[in-house]
């Protein structure tokens, strides 16, 4: 039978001449081994090509780095995860749901770049072209060139290899001059299938002048099997864990092998048989033709003998691949392969053949011929791959972008789509009818949204988490709180249905003691009506079986509609509709609840991103602010973890050096055994799980979740703050034992830290506040318990303010006995609070007249500037900083220099104090004061171009690589303040370029409108996509963590990216686009009361014009220079400047907007009136906007 994959059996496609020149010396090693159109005129490879891959020429011969597939197969695809190095062929780990279940064992980033040449996918051949034959293998790591030789022309004999960088693919191609074949390989997550697989597609291309003959084996060195969670057990007792693998057949013949474990390998009493396997089916890729499958070698020492290392295939070198394929193969207690076998074939020259191989999981050997039939079929493999690419496309035409740098296009729709993994892909559901359609998730409750494809990063280099990967339909995982507030700042810009979702969501997560949990959910729905689940069921059902199973579905407690879309799958449910009008229908009658799990410790930030959210709801919806802020409930988060008080935390313990002892604050948190009591209560007695009605708060007496307004909860949050202030009233305390966004700050709450990046937050929140209750003249209902809390503090302030104390012009470091006194006052009170709700709310509420709370919060506001003048008075200090740089400090450190022992112990025995008096201690300057700082001064022009030029000359400025340190040199500090400190200047959080805290101060500096700053800095190489790719080393549309800076030893690696994307500076990105292209507030309030819009960008000259870029400026029917791009994902907006200079906050002369009818609408002056605001804004029937200026 294996003779019927020889030649005759095998389809050859043509996919046309490569236009490749034989290595000659004089050329350039670009010009020896790429076509005409993929080098530029200096002689290198163009950073793109036609597909607006990015490409990496000489990939393995550079710097490591890792990236990753998004592993997005679309709403009705199920995903895998895939990471990838440049090293070898490029996939070093891949698998489904974490990396507990690879398929390719995970290794972190330093392990990668070492073993995937090696147990990653390979490839061998053996050629033949007239007398000479050869054995072969491409992309191994022996033939790299080597870039430091001093005979580049003997280098450029070798093979040339680039790597080429998609959205949702990419690509490494191997081009062999001297043997006349270039080798390729692709991959791409398979898209929207309703099973998931890693598609790789190897592409054989003869580039001689004669015809040539080739066999080969391709595929993965090392395949793992299905067992339960692996990764531990792969780690610690590999060789152990080998003797349940196997490898199982669907079929008589080598074409599908199922990869598994014989049963789980625990040691427990229940033993559990695995069912579920990997599969690996491999054929010759055909357009025309139903595909055959070729044989899998999996027996590894088949292909590698006894080269234990799998550096060289010994076996393969011996025999033919029909020999390898006829003898016996052993799969037991060892670890496999997975190599697809091509028999011998004759190309002619410029004649390809591709092997298209789909790795992935099935839950029974059973569905593998099933998967088999359909991934075959003609054209099937080619189509999914186009797929792959379309669907990204349109996933990022929310921000699709054109411009005469087409860098930047490419980079913002690139931004958009890492930012989406972080904080999930908006999508509206329950569009049943017209009306839904046309509203909002505020105007009707029928309209949910839906966050997909999110993650929290685990990747090659950030190995310290644990992602998760839904492999069902509208895949998700959860996210980090931070990093999902931020990256969901701009839905509503891009998505106006989305309305006040994420306010709302966050703005409950806020727990009664002001903290929030650690990680978010994606939202759960439930049908709270039998009836109405009933009803659904048999308007969705084909037959009565299958309307019963699914009411007890929609019955059986809340779901997300991957779990739902399994449960149907699994029970087989018939639907008598599509899927998207069943999903619609479901959730149109579902009640939308957030999820929430409380982690471990309070981060001090967590609070300091719902002003941004609130302030772009308000940019599309002036006009809801007073529904959102008074009209609405929202419950309170509750979480098992409670902040301990000042006496239970405040610990006696020897000093780092071990010379003396000082007070720390440890273990701020614990678990509160009577709270997980609590939601005990809450547990199904016949699943033993506990409900989610246990994740809010309620009150004792009645038992329901109590609830309040937002403005009511955002006080609260502002008065905890505020009630949370340093001893000298400077900076907000990190009491909770987590520090705020530096969390390499990490024993900074143990030096009873404070940061004012959390005052500056503080401040703008009790602003809004204040500003609000002064708009609306709305009383405030808060819980009493509150209440109690604010009239202790307020008393204890005007004991202050009576007490005859004087700020000094120079400030002593110990604090004066009468803001200790009111500091001790104020935290009791909050302690007291906490105390008060520490499991319910009482319930009862009072209501704060809008005047009383407007005269308190201005009150509070004083009290707040002069502790911020009073940090600019004290100043950082480190090394080479005597505090006169101006610039604002960001954190503060606090000596107990007087205590009493309280007569507790903390959990080791160590004796706990009250503290009686302390002096301040000041830190080296940090990026983020200067940045948070920014927000409070964004209206005083020349004061923040003061601040600008103060970090330009400060120690904060990196000037060999034109960007901003994280912090200055921290020589000297002391490693109590965290890990920042253990690492090498440069790396990680040491005197590093944290790309996030930069691209924050970028933002801040457009949204300020210092655009000849921003723009300078941008275009000077401080920002992607305009870095040197050379010395960036990835790609210029993928954001990093981190650069390591000039400040790092070793220089080969200062200004290299490292932890790829999934960052926080993508949000800043799409701020900065947003103010860019539509500006800060393109939906207002007029004087008169009514709604109108307005587009008044920020856009430089080298946007419409740029001789630098390499591409020609785009202009209409009259000359004018034009850019444009997409609002809400589906309005063309197009700019007419006649000039083609700066648009900076121009206001538009006049518009054309036409609708889909075809018809038109001008407009004179700078403003689009009230109907047709609406109208654009719930893009109801508007094709596209052209902008006069």
Excluded at 14 to 26: D, E, F, N, Q, R
Aim: net charge negative; with cysteine; aromatic share 12%.
């Amino acid at each position: 039978n294996w003779k019927k994959w020889g030649i005759g059996a095998i389809a050859v496609v043509v996919l046309g001449l490569i236009g490749v020149s034989m290595a000659k010396p004089g050329h350039s090693a670009a010009q020896s081994s790429a076509s005409a159109s993929e080098i530029s005129a200096n002689g290198k490879m163009k950073l793109f090509d036609e597909l607006h891959r990015y490409v990496l020429e000489d990939y393995d011969a550079k710097p490591t780095f890792a990236s990753f597939l998004p592993g997005v197969a679309g709403l009705y695809g199920k995903p895998v995860w895939s990471f990838y190095v440049n090293r070898g062929q490029g996939v070093a780990s891949f698998g489904s749901k974490t990396k507990d279940f690879p398929m390719l064992e995970f290794n972190a980033a330093n392990k990668a770049y070492q073993l995937t040449p090696f147990i990653g996918f390979r490839t061998f051949v053996k050629t033949l072209r007239g007398k000479r034959s050869e054995d072969y293998e491409p992309f191994a790591p022996g033939a790299s060139r080597n870039l430091d030789s001093t005979d580049q022309e003997a280098e450029a004999e070798k093979p040339k290899r680039i790597m080429y960088v998609g959205s949702n693919e990419f690509e490494v191609r191997e081009i062999n001059a001297d043997l006349g074949l270039t080798t390729s390989a692709k991959y791409i997550v398979l898209p929207e299938e309703s099973f998931g697989a890693l598609v790789r597609r190897v592409n054989f291309t003869n580039t001689g002048a004669d015809s040539l003959t080739l066999s080969a084996l391709d595929g993965l060195a090392q395949m793992e099997p299905v067992g339960g969670k692996l990764d531990w057990g792969l780690k610690e007792m590999s060789r152990t864990l080998e003797g349940w693998f196997g490898v199982y057949h669907a079929t008589d013949d080598l074409t599908m092998p199922f990869y598994r474990m014989s049963t789980e390998p625990t040691d427990e009493a229940a033993v559990k048989i695995e069912k579920a396997g990997h599969y690996c089916l491999a054929f010759v890729e055909s357009d025309d033709a139903h595909a055959n499958l070729l044989p899998i070698v999996y027996d590894t020492s088949k292909v590698f003998g006894q080269s234990t290392p799998l550096e060289v295939p010994q076996a393969f070198k011996v025999s033919t691949v029909e020999d390898i394929v006829a003898a016996p193969q052993y799969g037991d207690a060892k670890t496999s392969s997975a190599f697809a076998a091509l028999g011998s074939v004759e190309l002619a020259p410029g004649e390809s053949i591709a092997i298209t191989t789909f790795y992935g999981r099935a839950e029974h050997v059973k569905n593998v011929p099933k998967i088999a039939k359909k991934i075959t079929k003609a054209g099937y493999a080619s189509g999914k791959f186009e797929r792959a690419r379309s669907l990204i496309n349109e996933l990022t035409a929310g921000v699709e972008t054109n411009t005469t740098s087409k860098l930047f296009d490419g980079a913002i729709k690139q931004m958009y789509l890492d930012n989406s993994l972080r904080g999930g892909m908006p999508h509206i559901l329950g569009d049943v009818d017209d009306d839904a359609k046309y509203s909002n998730f505020d105007e009707d409750e029928r309209v949910k949204v839906f966050h997909a494809f999110s993650r929290i990063h685990g990747d090659l280099e950030r190995d310290y988490n644990a992602f998760l990967i839904d492999d069902t339909y509208f895949s998700q995982g959860p996210g980090n709180y931070r990093d999902v507030a931020q990256n969901r700042r701009e839905d509503v810009t891009l998505s106006p249905r989305i309305g006040a979702f994420n306010v709302k969501m966050f703005l409950s997560y806020i727990q009664a003691d002001g903290y929030e949990p650690l990680t978010v959910e994606a939202v759960v729905y439930m049908i709270s009506d039998p009836n109405e689940a009933a009803q659904i069921a048999a308007l969705t059902t084909a037959d009565t079986n299958s309307s019963d199973i699914l009411t007890n579905i929609l019955n059986g407690g809340p779901f997300r509609p991957g779990q739902l879309f399994n449960l149907i799958d699994e029970l087989d449910v018939k639907l008598s509709v599509d899927k998207e009008n069943f999903l619609d229908q479901v959730v149109a009658v579902a009640e939308n609840i957030p999820m929430a799990v409380y982690g471990s410790g309070y981060w001090a930030d967590h609070w300091e991103y719902y002003l941004d959210l609130i302030e772009s709801y308000l940019a599309i919806y002036p006009d809801g602010e007073e529904t959102l802020m008074y009209d609405n409930e929202l419950r309170y988060f509750f979480s098992s973890a409670t902040v301990k008080a000042r006496s239970d935390k405040y610990v006696l313990t020897m000093t780092y050096d071990g010379k003396g002892h000082h007070v720390q604050q440890l273990d701020s948190t614990y678990f509160d055994d009577e709270k997980a009591a609590e939601q005990e209560a809450f547990k199904d007695v016949n699943t033993g799980l506990i409900g989610i009605d246990a994740n809010w708060q309620r009150t004792e007496e009645a038992g329901r979740a109590f609830k309040s307004s937002p403005i009511a909860k955002l006080f609260l949050l502002g008065a905890i703050k505020y009630a949370t202030r340093d001893a000298w009233g400077m900076g907000v305390e990190y009491e909770g034992g987590r520090p705020g966004w530096n969390d390499a700050m990490n024993g900074l709450p143990g030096m009873v830290g404070s940061g004012m990046p959390e005052t500056y937050e503080m401040y703008l929140l009790l602003k809004y506040v204040k500003d609000v209750v002064d708009k609306y003249g709305r009383a405030v209902v808060i819980p009493a318990e509150l209440n109690k809390m604010v009239k202790v503090v307020n008393k204890a302030l005007y004991k202050l303010e009576n007490s005859g104390w004087e700020e000094p012009d120079d400030l002593p470091f110990a604090v004066p006995e009468q803001l200790f006194e009111y500091w001790d006052i104020v935290a009791s009170a909050r302690e007291n609070y906490r105390n008060d709700v520490q499991y319910y709310f009482s319930g009862n509420t009072t209501a704060l007249e809008a005047e009383d709370v407007s005269d308190m919060i201005g009150r509070w506001l004083d009290q707040i500037e002069a502790g911020m003048a009073r940090a600019m008075k004290f100043g950082s200090h480190g090394f080479g900083d005597d505090g006169t740089s101006g610039i604002p400090p960001s954190y503060f450190s606090y000596e107990v220099t007087k205590w009493t022992k309280n007569k507790g112990k903390n959990d080791v025995g160590l004796p706990l104090v009250n503290a009686r008096a302390m002096k301040v201690g000041r830190f080296p300057i940090f990026l983020e004061g200067p940045v948070r700082q920014m927000k409070t001064i964004i209206d005083d022009k020349e004061n923040l171009k003061s601040l600008y030029q103060k970090v330009l000359n400060s120690g904060l400025r990196d000037d060999k690589l034109k960007m901003y340190l994280l912090s200055a040199d921290l020589k000297g500090q002391s490693y109590d303040m965290g890990r920042m400190m253990a690492f090498a200047p440069g790396w990680l959080e040491n005197q590093s370029i944290w790309m996030h805290m930069s691209y924050k101060y970028y933002l801040e500096l457009i949204r300020g409108e210092l655009f000849e700053e921003l723009f300078f800095e941008m275009k000077g190489g401080g920002m992607l996509p305009y870095m040197d790719p050379d010395v960036y080393g990835r790609s210029l549309m993928e954001c990093s963590s981190f650069l390591a800076s000039s400040k790092f030893p070793d220089p080969e690696t200062q200004g290299r990216g490292f932890s790829a994307r999934l960052s926080g500076s993508t949000a800043e990105f799409l701020s900065i686009w947003k103010l860019m292209f539509i500006g800060p507030k393109p939906f207002f309030i007029d004087d008169n009361g009514d709604l109108k819009m307005q587009l008044v960008p920020a856009l430089p000259e080298f946007f419409f014009r740029d001789d630098e870029s390499g591409s020609d400026p785009t202009f209409d029917e009259d000359g004018n220079y034009v850019v444009s791009f997409k609002l809400f994902a589906s309005i063309t907006v197009t700019y007419h400047n006649p000039t083609g200079s700066n648009l900076f906050r121009v206001k538009p002369s006049k518009y054309t907007i036409t609708m889909e009818d075809g018809k038109t609408e001008k407009i004179e002056g700078p403003e689009i009136p009230t109907k047709l605001a609406k109208k654009i804004r719930k893009i109801y029937g508007v094709s596209s906007i052209d902008v006069y200026f």
